[in-house]
């Protein structure tokens, strides 16, 4: 069988799985909560490497790769944070909570567990807003980095493998609503780790081991070793921040919070999600490989497609192509899903004071899921130029706006309406500013955001009305005492 | 140097990781349920 042949194959059978899931997860919906959260029925395994794969982008294959070649061994420190802080400490800090409160506040999404925890109409609008047109530049992202997986894996054309491939999404989204996404999320999580491993044992292999690689990297320049090396510190540690801390405030990964059957699914889960979650740091180490291997390509970020092409047999780059499909597919489909809710549930049903039956809901969403789908598509198709720039700009831009409010809404009791609407507004501005005049000291935009959302948080929320404390008692879930304290069994 | 001629400031990126995973086992071990798991 000819290369193109197997490619072709393996990725045929590959995508036909994932509408069979689609459609069995289709069977199973029948109200909103079952499209949004699958009916908060979802297991340890499901959930934690649905999350893994959610998280794990086409964009941070390929573009990991890049960073890996280009900046070297230093890279793996972006892994490191992901792992630890990105997915480790985000299970431990938040999942729990984020379970129990949004169950007793009754929210399906983020904008929503921000107005009732709050008590804040217009933190669910603009938070709805925020991660309506951000996510969607996202989403724009991840399309563009599989249309060039394709093209240079499989040689088919950008616009044929991003409708291909956005197509399918489009159908098991629209379908299947949350359970397909998880569901689907947890077999590409598979079929992304054997793939990143295939390619990490084999590269190694070629290069003759770690040491061997390391000798050769230090010889072409010692920064590609170092830490920080050649990248520096403001640089490293910015990126590490906005992909790993940002996590904290992005809706497609905590939403798998509120979905999970109990809070015991968090014991194995949290394993579960580390374990996995550690295949992140082999796109950097892969990329730094192909520096030694492949000096002097023109494009950092055709380092991981080159590798593969060299090391692999061609059914083992099929594997591995569909294991970058797969990070796209799942990241693509998990952004969806939460955009469909920020606009039907957040702006039209609660921000617009629409009353829509159960049926006329999950009819609205499976719309709104293929109309975004369908505008990331189209301007996929003739991408703007500066996209990887805007994939940063739209994490720091969702993180900053959410993120605090996340946090203290769930461990900060004093946290006041105005203080959560304070620090949406200053974390988004501040970011959007910094980013917008040029992120002065190779600083992103992200970090100061964060800066100026925390101060506004505490200060304003300070100087504030309290939330009631009966309000409070029951977030935290106790009844408050005779002295009006709640008595939080937390 | 620290193994495979890696300095160590590199090679405590891997210490991390390994070390995220001892973490994340030892705290679904010990965490005690509360009341409030359901």
């Known amino acids: ?490 | 140097m620290a193994p495979f001629e890696t300095p160590w400031l590199t090679f405590v990126a891997w210490i991390v990781i390994a070390g995220s995973v001892v973490m994340a086992i030892l705290w679904s071990v010990l965490r005690k349920p509360t009341e409030n798991d359901r």
């Open chain 1, 1 to 490: 069988m000819s290369e193109l042949g197997i490619h072709a194959l393996v990725l045929a059978v590959y995508l036909l799985l994932l509408v069979g899931i689609g459609l069995l997860a289709a069977r199973r919906m029948r109200s909103s909560e079952d499209f949004y959260l699958g009916g908060r029925s979802v297991g340890p395994w499901v959930t934690s490497l649905s999350f893994v794969a959610a998280y794990f982008s086409s964009v941070v294959i390929i573009g990991g790769g890049g960073f890996g070649y280009r900046f070297g061994m230093s890279t793996l420190w972006i892994g490191a944070t992901n792992v630890l802080i990105g997915v480790t400490l985000a299970w431990m800090v938040l999942g729990r909570r984020i379970r129990l409160f949004t169950g007793r506040l009754g929210t399906m999404t983020v904008p929503g567990f921000l107005a009732e925890r709050f008590r804040a109409k217009e933190a669910r609008v603009l938070a709805a807003l925020v991660i309506g047109l951000f996510l969607i530049i996202y989403n724009v992202s991840i399309l563009k980095g599989m249309g060039h997986a394709f093209e240079g894996l499989m040689e088919i054309p950008y616009t044929t493998g991003v409708l291909l491939a956005g197509a399918i999404i489009i159908l098991y989204v629209s379908l299947g609503g949350y359970l397909a996404v998880v569901w689907t999320g947890f077999f590409q999580a598979w079929v992304m780790g054997v793939g990143l491993i295939l390619l990490t044992v084999v590269a190694l292999k070629a290069a003759g081991g770690l040491t061997a690689a390391n000798t050769a990297l230090q010889a072409v320049s010692p920064g590609l070793v170092h830490t920080p090396g050649e990248w520096g510190w403001a640089g490293l540690i910015s990126y590490a921040m906005i992909v790993s801390f940002g996590v904290w405030g992005m809706p497609q990964l905590m939403v798998r919070f509120y979905s999970i059957k109990s809070t015991s699914v968090l014991r194995v889960g949290t394993v579960v999600a580390t374990v996995g979650g550690s295949m992140a740091v082999l796109p950097y180490l892969d990329g730094a490989i192909a520096r030694v291997l492949h000096p002097g390509l023109s494009n950092a970020d055709l380092a991981i497609p080159t590798l593969t092409k060299a090391v692999l047999s061609p059914w083992g780059s099929a594997l591995f192509l569909a294991g970058v499909i797969a990070a796209g597919m799942s990241t693509f489909a998990s952004v969806l899903i939460i955009t469909s809710g920020a606009v039907v549930r957040d702006l039209v049903q609660k921000g617009l004071g629409r009353e829509l039956s159960e049926r006329r809901a999950v009819r609205y969403s499976r719309i709104v899921s293929a109309v975004v789908g369908l505008v990331s598509l189209a301007i996929a198709l003739r991408p703007p130029a500066l996209v990887l720039v805007l994939t940063a700009f739209s994490w720091a831009a969702i993180a900053s706006t959410c993120l605090w409010p996340m946090l203290f809404g769930l461990y900060w009791k004093r946290a006041t309406r105005w203080g959560v609407l304070a620090s949406m507004g200053g974390g988004l501005v501040t970011a959007l500013v910094w980013i917008g005049i040029g992120s002065p000291y190779g600083v992103h935009g992200f970090i100061p955001g964060l800066a100026v959302g925390l101060v506004a948080m505490i200060v304003v929320s300070a100087v504030t009305e309290r939330l009631p404390e009966d309000h409070i008692a029951r977030v935290w879930g106790g009844s408050p005492d005779e002295n009006g304290t709640p008595a939080s069994t937390l």
